[in-house]
Protein backbone atom coordinates (compact mmCIF):
# COMPACT_ATOMS: atom_id res chain seq x y z
CA UNK A 1 0.00 0.00 0.00
CA UNK A 2 1.15 3.54 -0.84
CA UNK A 3 0.57 6.41 1.07
CA UNK A 4 1.29 9.92 -0.30
CA UNK A 5 2.31 12.78 2.67
CA UNK A 6 2.31 16.38 1.54
CA UNK A 7 5.12 18.18 3.43
CA UNK A 8 3.59 22.04 2.50
CA UNK A 9 2.69 24.71 4.64
CA UNK A 10 -0.84 26.22 4.05
CA UNK A 11 -1.31 29.78 4.25
CA UNK A 12 2.20 30.79 4.95
CA UNK A 13 4.04 31.67 2.34
CA UNK A 14 8.32 31.08 2.27
CA UNK A 15 8.42 35.05 2.76
CA UNK A 16 6.79 35.20 5.78
CA UNK A 17 8.26 32.11 7.73
CA UNK A 18 11.82 33.70 7.09
CA UNK A 19 10.79 37.06 8.08
CA UNK A 20 9.04 35.47 11.27
CA UNK A 21 12.57 33.52 11.57
CA UNK A 22 14.71 36.60 10.97
CA UNK A 23 12.54 38.91 13.97
CA UNK A 24 13.18 35.36 15.90
CA UNK A 25 16.76 35.64 15.58
CA UNK A 26 16.56 39.79 16.15
CA UNK A 27 14.80 38.87 19.51
CA UNK A 28 17.05 36.03 20.70
CA UNK A 29 20.18 38.85 20.14
CA UNK A 30 18.42 41.69 22.02
CA UNK A 31 17.89 38.97 24.82
CA UNK A 32 21.21 37.83 24.87
CA UNK A 33 22.80 41.62 25.14
CA UNK A 34 20.38 42.49 27.82
CA UNK A 35 21.41 39.38 29.58
CA UNK A 36 25.47 40.18 28.40
CA UNK A 37 24.93 43.77 29.78
CA UNK A 38 23.59 43.07 32.85
CA UNK A 39 26.32 40.30 33.52
CA UNK A 40 29.05 42.83 32.58
CA UNK A 41 27.19 45.06 35.21
CA UNK A 42 27.26 42.97 38.32
CA UNK A 43 30.35 41.47 37.44
CA UNK A 44 32.00 44.73 38.09
CA UNK A 45 30.33 46.01 41.14
CA UNK A 46 32.18 45.48 44.10
CA UNK A 47 31.55 42.98 46.67
CA UNK A 48 30.68 46.03 49.08
CA UNK A 49 27.76 47.36 47.09
CA UNK A 50 26.55 43.84 45.84
CA UNK A 51 26.02 43.44 49.46
CA UNK A 52 24.24 46.77 49.78
CA UNK A 53 22.00 45.85 46.98
CA UNK A 54 21.24 42.36 48.72
CA UNK A 55 22.88 40.09 46.07
CA UNK A 56 24.90 37.02 46.28
CA UNK A 57 28.51 36.72 43.92
CA UNK A 58 26.44 33.16 43.30
CA UNK A 59 23.46 34.76 42.01
CA UNK A 60 24.54 37.41 39.64
CA UNK A 61 24.05 35.18 36.65
CA UNK A 62 21.21 34.24 37.84
CA UNK A 63 19.64 37.75 38.57
CA UNK A 64 21.05 38.49 34.91
CA UNK A 65 19.17 35.72 32.80
CA UNK A 66 15.86 37.01 34.71
CA UNK A 67 16.36 40.06 33.43
CA UNK A 68 17.21 39.29 30.04
CA UNK A 69 14.66 36.21 29.59
CA UNK A 70 12.56 36.52 32.70
CA UNK A 71 11.09 34.52 35.91
Known sequence: MT???ATFFTGTSLRSRFEAFR???AENASK???YLTTLSELE???A???QDLGIA???IRQI?????YGA
Open 57 to 59: PSS
Open 44 to 46: RTS
Open 48 to 50: REL
Open 3 to 5: TLT
Open 64 to 68: AHEAA
Open 32 to 34: RKV
Open 23 to 25: DQL
